[in-house]
């Protein structure tokens, strides 16, 4: 066991597959078809809404007395503090500290968020004895992700002697061991109207190119651009992405910033969701282990500073520049 391999020579009670879908032949078309939006999308709107979204957390330079946020753990001495800082997944390994862990787990979970629930199995790992000693959250593609009242499955590439559901292959999965993370409702309702409109939207963006391209007579690039955007910003209002300002060029600065803003109280939304489900894991985790903690972000935007900031725009009390550095 050591810092990289912090599970090394421990039994795993990890039941889900890690795969790729990419190749594989005709044998898994279903199951590609299925993970497709998983990978991705050909939306260029979409695709940056997704890599905004995730930039809720700042990032840090250097050491964690760098770091522009701090996680809190409640309960926890340096042994616990250890434990839960090896069960979170890096991007490039295992992080080095909880800031880094806690962002890079918010910022991948946020994008399966955009497109339904994400989910996690929490696993633990036992020594020769059988006694657990440690834990892991494992994220799952989440499309590949089946869930009712008293069963978990997850889609698997085929393998002889698999059950098959709808023609794709799966595995059992134990419901106790999985943490379903989804948003609140007004904005899951809000997101299955601009996810559309936005894939709808770079599709006809690539239709003027070629109209352009073509010398289309009375076609007019400018105005369809400007069409679409009216339209996107009139559909997406409760989530205030503005597209990188792509969106926003022929608007006032006060409702560039009003944007702004209802575009940082859905990060946190979003982020507060993703927490809650840590938490979860946390609980689940420390049940079976024998520690209590409570998980925290401090230093970090929140959304009673969002209302106050639009407060502070309907009454003119901040300068416009100010409210626009208001994020995260």
């Known amino acids: 066991m050591t810092r990289d391999d912090p599970f090394g020579g421990m039994a795993s009670s990890r039941?889900?597959?890690?795969?790729?879908?990419?190749?594989?032949?005709?044998?898994?078309?279903?199951?590609?078809?299925?993970?497709?939006?998983?990978?991705?999308?050909?939306?260029?709107?979409?695709?940056?809404?997704?890599?905004?979204?995730?930039?809720?957390?700042?990032?840090?330079?250097?050491?964690s007395a760098d770091a522009r946020f701090?996680?809190?753990?409640?309960?926890?001495?340096?042994?616990?503090?250890?434990?839960?800082?090896?069960?979170?997944?890096?991007r490039n390994g295992p992080p080095r500290i909880l800031e880094d862990g806690i962002r890079d787990f918010v910022e991948a979970t946020s994008r399966d968020l955009t497109l339904g629930p994400s989910h996690f199995e929490v696993v633990f790992f036992s020594d020769d004895a059988g006694d657990l000693r440690s834990f892991a959250f494992e994220p799952l593609m989440a499309k590949s992700v089946s869930r009712s009242r008293r069963r978990v499955i997850q889609m698997v590439p085929a393998e002889p002697g698999l059950p098959t559901r709808r023609g794709i292959p799966f595995v059992e999965l134990d419901p106790a061991r999985i943490i379903t993370i989804e948003l609140p409702r007004p904005l899951r309702r809000a997101l299955s109207k601009a996810v559309p409109l936005w894939r709808a939207a770079a599709n006809q963006s690539l239709r003027g190119t070629d109209l352009l391209i073509d010398h289309t007579r009375g076609y007019d690039f400018k105005v369809q651009q400007r069409l679409i955007a009216?339209?996107?910003?009139?559909?997406?209002?409760k989530i205030g992405w503005s597209g990188r300002d792509l969106l926003t060029e022929a608007t006032l600065d006060p409702y560039k910033v009003a944007r702004h803003l209802n575009f940082v109280s859905f990060q946190i939304e979003v982020r507060n969701a993703i927490v809650a489900?840590?938490?979860?894991?946390?609980?689940?985790?420390?049940?079976?282990?024998?520690?209590?903690?409570?998980?925290?972000?401090?230093?970090?935007?929140?959304?009673?500073?969002?209302?106050?900031?639009?407060?502070?725009?309907?009454?003119?009390?901040?300068?416009?520049?100010?409210?626009?550095?208001?994020?995260?």
């Open 15 to 63: 039941l889900a597959r890690t795969y790729y879908v990419d190749g594989g032949g005709n044998r898994d078309s279903k199951l590609r078809n299925l993970l497709r939006e998983d990978y991705g999308s050909s939306s260029l709107y979409l695709r940056m809404f997704q890599e905004d979204v995730g930039h809720m957390l700042p990032w840090r330079s250097g050491s």
């Open 230 to 237: 009216d339209q996107l910003l009139r559909s997406t209002a």
């Open 277 to 328: 489900g840590l938490q979860r894991g946390l609980d689940l985790a420390g049940t079976k282990i024998g520690f209590k903690v409570k998980l925290g972000l401090d230093q970090v935007v929140t959304l009673d500073d969002v209302e106050q900031a639009k407060a502070d725009l309907n009454a003119g009390t901040q300068h416009i520049g100010a409210l626009m550095r208001i994020e995260r």
């Open 70 to 90: 701090v996680v809190t753990l409640e309960g926890a001495d340096d042994s616990t503090r250890q434990l839960v800082l090896d069960s979170l997944p890096g």
